[in-house]
């Protein structure tokens, strides 16, 4: 068992940068008994040339949230991609913009290929740090 995302492909930057957590919406669907997970839009669109994606993480944590940065959910965007030939091949190596709409812009390298039926995903990238701990 793992982390619940429910990804929203989109066609442009600029829904994307319209999209808002509605947490009345989400709290109906939870006591429907459908677990909404963590939301994770994307679209084909970045703001660099360079890179060829930008995707936005959302999620409750006593009020709406969002990640600069999410390996884990760029991990399963790697399956998504490959898995359903969205950018038109059986492997991917693109680089994914997250965190700019929180003012934490993050750079990410996302690599994937299928083995078999078997996605094979690896994620990497630059990002900001927003906070340091200690263990004690």
Known sequence: MGIDF?????????????????????????????????????????????????????????????????????????????RHRYLGGDSVDIRVEQGRHIGLPSLLRVRAELDGATPRVSVGGRVFTSVRGVLV
Not at 20 to 36: D, F, H, I, K, Y
């Open 6 to 82: 429910l990804l929203v492909p989109l066609r442009t930057r600029a829904a994307l940068d319209r999209c808002r957590m509605n947490l009345e919406a989400r709290q109906r669907r939870l006591a429907e008994g459908v677990a909404a997970g963590i939301l994770f839009a994307i679209c084909p669109e970045a703001e660099e040339p360079e890179n060829q994606m930008s995707v936005r993480v959302f999620f409750d944590a006593n009020g709406p949230r969002e990640d600069p940065a999410t390996g884990s959910a760029n991990t399963c965007l790697g399956a998504y991609l490959v």
